[in-house]
């Protein structure tokens, strides 16, 4: 089996290779295990714990039919998590005008301990903070955890 490497202090444009292929063979034991998944919370669950918190309303139908997530006295939420990123920026723009109220994003983090599925996961939050700060969107990151396995 081979298994992909990369190095990020290795790479560079003009030297040597930054990819390496390194020989594993898997313990047979792991190879039979089967993997739990996580189950995560449903989206809306998430936002009625955030509701609750923060005193804002879920799920209001604005003249268009379309739902603002979370709606503060001064700003209209879209919560989204966080490998959807690109939907919410929009959304919240929308939501903002609509209500005549600031844009602002919730981002959910997956926080399941795993290091991989975290750098990810802020990759995804910086790319979203880069956005709002371009458009003025107030940005907002809740980790949220597995609530068991399959």
Request: aromatic content about 8%; overall charge negative; some cysteine.
């Amino acid at each position: 089996m081979k298994l992909f490497a990369f190095s990020v202090e290795m790479a560079t444009w003009q030297t040597s290779p930054a990819i390496a292929f390194v020989d594993a063979e898997p313990e047979p034991a792991v190879e039979a295990q089967a993997v739990a998944a996580n189950v995560w919370p449903h989206e809306d669950a998430v936002t009625e714990g955030l509701a609750a918190a923060m005193g804002a309303e879920t799920q209001v139908v604005c003249w268009d039919g379309s739902r603002v997530d979370l709606l503060t006295a001064d700003t209209a939420y879209e919560v989204e998590w966080c490998d959807k990123w690109k939907e919410s920026v929009g959304q919240a723009l929308l939501y903002a005008n609509l209500t005549n109220r600031k844009p602002g994003i919730v981002l959910l983090l997956r926080d399941d301990g795993e290091p991989n599925t975290l750098l990810w996961q802020r990759l995804y939050a910086m790319r979203c903070l880069s956005a709002c700060q371009d458009a003025g969107i107030m940005l907002r990151v809740e980790r949220v955890k597995p609530t068991g396995k399959r």
